[in-house]
């Protein structure tokens, strides 16, 4: 029988009968770590020092860039983007600068936040692509959350290094596309720059003068709507995933090994090829292509052997390379991919106990399993949304809401069954964040328990269930709780994740809007 079929064999029995039964608890499985993350750790401890690492030289010294996510990916080996999707032929040359799909070039400054800007100038490309207009986001915003509780309700914070003198004990941290991602989904912006400005000059002396900070007050005017996680860096699907990417939503951070050597400052050209994963150090966004671009044009020495530049953007201001971008050779070796993907103004409450985001993966021995996570309403509204993240192309989720939940997540009032239907399913091609909105909106009443419960299917990945955990350098402040995380084997039978997986909550988010 197809594994879906069966999923919904399971579904409907839980609908049909309305409780658990007594099945044995299934061991979990953590998936190894990255190989990246822990070659990363080996070589820039303690947490937060560059070591032979670092970001993008400035005033003669290094500061760290990018931190890599403690999440494997090499699995994904592409394409992501089906070629059913169409987009197999591609124009020789593609440029998101004459389309008049980018935003002005930005300054870092001082600081190691690149992968603030990566993340910033991928949304707001995506967002003038999609025809939603111009938007100067905040950096200064993502970068200081990021390593400072924001308020309380998102009192977690990433882990935080010892600086080296010199440096930001905040802005020099580093970052990922990942980091954005959670700090995004979780409610933490994207505000505009307006009204948290980046401040790019000198060092400021500790503690900083009035109004350098935010204030934790700044209206969210983009919500997350989606990160897109595109193939790993040596997949040969990568060039036909960034071109998909480029052509049919924006720019697409990506994550490099700068160093100054391989430059060509005469035609603002770039090649490297022996990057590794624990050399990373930057990130930038890739703009476009040109497929004749000439060899020539690399440092002498350092040639490619045929022609061909992807067009990238740098966040070391407009003064910079050409006008703030530079080339980019096909055979350089590149990393990750990640296309933000920006929503409407909304006033809606966010649920959830992953605000640090996706950390690990568990599973249960297979590629699927069910998850679940209880909540209490605190005011009365209606669940319209759910966010959550895959890890395979092609993922599928089968997912129910219940209300009036009395005791374990599948207790209380399925909205599936009551409206004598079965679980609402899709797939998502690409791994990544995904914010599914409901068929039918779904009430809660203040004070009252309501839960979301879904399915996960990863082909041929047998860590199905994304979790926030504590890992060290990392997410070591990831906290959980009894009875609010919960991961099965069959839909029936539940675990609560707290006591079989320390510190360990299901990235599962309910969306509710207010009543009225």
């Given amino acids: 029988m197809p594994a879906g079929r069966s999923h919904r064999r399971i579904w409907y029995s839980i609908l049909a009968l309305g409780a658990a039964l007594a099945l044995p608890a299934q061991a979990l499985h953590r998936a190894p770590l990255s190989a990246r993350y822990l ?18 030289s400035q005033g003669g010294r290094w500061v760290p860039g990018y931190v890599p996510p403690p999440v494997d990916m090499s699995h994904v080996r592409g394409p992501v983007f089906s070629p059913s999707l169409g987009g197999a032929a591609y124009p020789p040359s593609y440029d998101l600068r004459t389309l008049g799909g980018l935003t002005p070039v930005k300054d870092q400054g001082q600081y190691g936040t690149c992968w603030t ?6 949304l707001e490309s995506t967002l003038l692509t999609a025809g939603r207009g111009a938007f100067d ?145 930057h990130e930038v966004c890739v703009v476009g292509w040109d497929d004749a671009f000439p060899a020539s044009r690399f440092p002498a020495g350092n040639q490619p052997s045929a022609p061909g530049a992807w067009i990238v953007r740098n966040s070391w201001s407009r003064d910079w390379g050409e006008g703030g971008y530079f080339h980019l050779s096909y055979d350089s070796k590149v990393f990750d991919g990640t296309v933000f993907l920006g929503g409407k103004p909304a006033t809606r409450r966010i649920y959830q106990y992953d605000p640090l985001g996706w950390c690990q993966s568990l599973g249960l021995g297979t590629d699927s399993a069910c998850c679940a996570n209880t909540f209490t309403a605190q005011a009365d509204g209606q669940v319209t949304a759910v966010a959550f993240y895959t890890g395979t192309v092609n993922t599928a989720y089968e997912l129910d809401l219940r209300t009036k939940v009395t005791g374990g997540p599948d207790t209380g009032v399925s909205d ?41 299917t ?35 039978t539940w675990q609560d994740l707290a ?18």
């Fill in 117 to 122: 800007f990566a993340c910033t100038g991928s």
């Fill in 416 to 456: 599936a069954g009551s409206h004598g239907v079965g679980p609402q399913q899709g797939t998502l091609l690409v791994p990544g964040y995904h914010v599914v909105q409901l068929a039918r909106p779904v009430p809660v009443t203040q004070g009252s328990r309501f839960s979301v419960l879904m399915r996960l």
């Fill in 499 to 516: 006591p079989d997986c320390t510190g360990a909550a299901v990235c599962l988010k309910a969306l509710v809007e207010p009543a009225g």
């Fill in 137 to 281: 986001l905040s950096e200064w915003n993502l970068a200081y959350y990021a390593y400072v509780p924001q308020n309380a309700s998102l009192l977690t914070d990433f882990t935080v290094g010892p600086a080296q003198f010199g440096e930001d004990p905040v802005f020099d941290q580093g970052g990922s596309d990942w980091m954005s991602t959670a700090l995004l989904a979780r409610g933490t912006g994207a505000v505009l720059d307006q009204d948290c400005p980046y401040l790019p000059g000198a060092y400021r002396p500790e503690p900083r003068p009035v109004g350098d900070l935010p204030n934790g007050r700044e209206e969210v005017r983009v919500p997350l709507a989606g990160a897109l996680f595109l193939s790993n860096g040596d997949a040969p699907s990568k060039a036909s995933d960034l071109k998909f990417a480029l052509t049919h939503y924006g720019a697409a951070a990506i994550s490099m090994d700068w160093e100054d050597g391989n430059f060509d400052a005469t035609w603002n050209t770039y090649r490297d090829t022996a990057a590794t994963d624990a050399s990373l150090n």
């Fill in 39 to 56: 070659d990363w750790v080996a070589r820039h401890e303690p947490r937060g020092v560059p070591g032979v690492g670092g970001g993008p």
């Fill in 458 to 492: 990863t082909p041929g990945y047998r860590y199905p269930i994304p979790v926030q955990v504590p890992i060290p350098g990392y997410s070591d402040h990831a906290t959980a709780h009894h009875a609010r995380s919960f991961i099965s084997a069959d839909g029936a």
